[in-house]
């Protein structure tokens, strides 16, 4: 049962680890499971869950199953919630404790679900609840995800003033600059309103921040077909929208986290961070080594300790973060120390390669000696993280291939 907590915008964006959507033990008569998250929507729940229970029960009857992840809303959304389960048997009610945001309710919505398709809709009935059944045919076509979209045909919003409009399409923006073929693939990515099919997303580690679960999905799932189906966002006619500023801030925080997390450019961003760390160690280390006002050691000795101790930082993070796929798959001392020999040597090479390139940049090309500086850096980093990537965190379980066996 809820407390009656204040509301508390204090309680943790939880939970902090990822959360991974199991995959069914097996088919159950529940085909959709359609998530609603709630804060603070007792104004709404009733109607909403009673408008689509009206739709789906003529489609889907006992094939379908509501489930309201409430996060302790201090005006007992809840409870109301749990009291409509008499009249609507097939809702179930999540109320989560100490726990706040809306992407990560829907998952912990979709842990518990049952059905093959999962499904999310917000609590305040922005979203018409006809949609749902919309978006179910687009998935008994065959789509992995179906997307409730405000700008595809006959969609739109309602009566948003122009600097909502704004705020709305720059978010979408910075989105799409940041991660374009994400985003990319639906006109609304911002959308709250989506069935996607459990096999796309099961099993996978999901962290999302914030608000939009979407994104994640896109990100992270096996989507293949995407259908979208235009809507009206409605206007809110019962209580508050929860977008705070912290909200926006997650929104970027999610996807400055996934630009860093995904495929090549994402580790080479991780790696140019680890590269940034090294430098900060190399300069405190050399100003402590050899400025007069510490212990005045000679230039080279200083210069050669403190690159090296930049580089052990470098493989440490290298090993730990950036790489971290491939180091989980070889484990071991001996294996760590393997890549750390290789790593030291091609940063070596690196080195001496930054000098050289600088000499011929500025000397023969006449660049700027800082220009040429910068210009010989990006180089090297280009070249540290190719070979590192192909060498030192290279995947070297080869599987045996039958035909070269017979050779
Ligand atoms: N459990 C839980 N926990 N639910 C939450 C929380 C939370 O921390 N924060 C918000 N919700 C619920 C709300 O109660 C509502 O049912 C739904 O999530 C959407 O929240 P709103 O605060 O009403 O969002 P909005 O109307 O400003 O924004 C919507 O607009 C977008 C339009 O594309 C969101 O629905 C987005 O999902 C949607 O994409
Ligand atoms: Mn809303």
Same mark, same amino acid.
């Given at each position: =049962?809820?407390?009656?907590?204040?509301?508390?915008?204090?309680?943790?964006?939880?939970?902090?680890?990822?959360?991974?959507?199991?995959?069914?033990?097996?088919?159950?008569?529940?085909?959709?499971?359609?998530?609603?998250?709630?804060?603070?929507?007792?104004?709404?729940?009733?109607?909403?869950?009673?408008?689509?229970? &009206?739709?789906?029960?003529?489609?889907?009857?006992?094939?379908?199953?509501?489930?309201?992840?409430?996060?302790?809303?201090?005006?007992?959304?809840?409870?109301?919630?749990?009291?409509?389960?008499?009249?609507?048997?097939?809702?179930?009610?999540?109320?989560?404790?100490?726990?706040?945001?809306?992407?990560? &309710?829907?998952?912990?919505?979709?842990?518990?679900?049952?059905?093959?398709?999962?499904?999310?809709?917000?609590?305040?009935?922005?979203?018409?609840?006809?949609?749902?059944?919309?978006?179910?045919?687009? =998935?008994?076509?065959?789509?992995?995800?179906?997307?409730?979209?405000?700008?595809?045909?006959?969609?739109?919003?309602?009566?948003?003033?122009?600097?909502?409009?704004?705020?709305?399409?720059?978010?979408?923006?910075?989105?799409? &600059?940041?991660?374009?073929?994400?985003?990319?693939?639906?006109?609304?990515?911002?959308?709250?309103?989506?069935?996607?099919?459990?096999?796309?997303? &099961?099993?996978?580690?999901?962290?999302?921040?914030?608000?939009?679960?979407?994104?994640?999905? *896109?990100?992270?799932?096996?989507?293949?077909?995407?259908?979208?189906?235009?809507?009206?966002?409605?206007?809110?006619?019962?209580?508050?929208?929860?977008?705070?500023?912290?909200?926006?801030?997650?929104?970027?925080?999610?996807?400055?986290?996934?630009?860093?997390?995904?495929?090549?450019?994402?580790?080479? *961003?991780?790696?140019?961070?680890?590269?940034?760390?090294?430098?900060?160690?190399? =300069?405190?280390?050399?100003?402590?080594?050899?400025?007069?006002?510490?212990?005045?050691?000679?230039? =080279?000795?200083?210069?050669?300790?403190?690159?090296?101790?930049?580089?052990?930082?470098?493989?440490?993070?290298?090993?730990?973060?950036?790489?971290?796929?491939?180091?989980?798959?070889?484990?071991?001392?001996?294996?760590?120390?393997?890549?750390?020999?290789?790593?030291?040597?091609?940063?070596?090479?690196?080195?001496?390669?930054?000098?050289?390139?600088?000499?011929?940049?500025?000397?023969?090309?006449?660049?700027?000696?800082?220009?040429?500086?910068?210009?010989?850096?990006?180089?090297?980093?280009?070249?540290?993280?190719?070979?590192?990537?192909?060498?030192?965190?290279?995947?070297?379980?080869?599987?045996?291939?039958?035909?070269?066996?017979?050779?």
């Amino acid at each position: =049962m809820p407390h009656a907590t204040p509301a508390s915008s204090t309680h943790p964006e939880s939970p902090l680890v990822p959360i991974r959507i199991p995959f069914l033990p097996q088919l159950g008569p529940i085909q959709l499971s359609l998530v609603i998250p709630t804060y603070n929507e007792a104004s709404s729940i009733r109607d909403l869950v009673s408008q689509l229970c &009206a739709h789906l029960d003529a489609n889907l009857f006992g094939a379908y199953e509501l489930i309201v992840v409430d996060d302790d809303s201090p005006d007992y959304t809840a409870k109301l919630a749990q009291e409509l389960q008499q009249e609507f048997p097939q809702l179930k009610v999540i109320c989560r404790h100490q726990e706040r945001g809306l992407a990560t &309710a829907v998952l912990r919505g979709w842990q518990a679900a049952q059905g093959e398709v999962l499904g999310v809709i917000d609590g305040d009935l922005q979203h018409p609840p006809e949609m749902i059944l919309k978006l179910w045919q687009q =998935m008994q076509r065959g789509a992995d995800l179906a997307v409730g979209s405000r700008y595809a045909e006959s969609g739109g919003v309602s009566y948003w003033s122009l600097g909502r409009r704004i705020i709305s399409r720059g978010a979408q923006l910075i989105g799409l &600059a940041v991660l374009p073929g994400i985003l990319g693939r639906v006109s609304d990515p911002l959308s709250g309103l989506f069935l996607v099919r459990r096999k796309s997303i &099961a099993g996978i580690p999901l962290n999302p921040k914030g608000y939009k679960l979407l994104i994640e999905v *896109l990100a992270r799932g096996k989507v293949g077909t995407i259908e979208e189906v235009g809507y009206i966002f409605q206007e809110r006619q019962n209580g508050q929208s929860k977008i705070q500023l912290q909200t926006c801030i997650q929104y970027l925080h999610h996807l400055i986290y996934l630009r860093f997390s995904l495929g090549p450019l994402g580790s080479f *961003l991780r790696f140019s961070t680890v590269g940034l760390s090294g430098t900060f160690v190399d =300069m405190a280390l050399l100003y402590l080594l050899h400025d007069p006002t510490n212990l005045g050691w000679g230039l =080279m000795a200083s210069k050669l300790i403190s690159s090296e101790v930049a580089i052990l930082n470098n493989f440490l993070w290298n090993d730990l973060w950036t790489f971290r796929s491939v180091t989980k798959l070889q484990p071991g001392a001996l294996n760590r120390l393997k890549r750390l020999v290789k790593f030291n040597i091609i940063c070596l090479i690196g080195l001496s390669l930054n000098s050289l390139l600088l000499i011929l940049l500025s000397e023969r090309l006449g660049i700027h000696y800082l220009l040429a500086n910068l210009i010989a850096i990006g180089i090297v980093v280009f070249w540290n993280f190719y070979l590192n990537f192909k060498l030192s965190w290279r995947v070297t379980e080869v599987k045996p291939n039958p035909d070269k066996n017979n050779l």
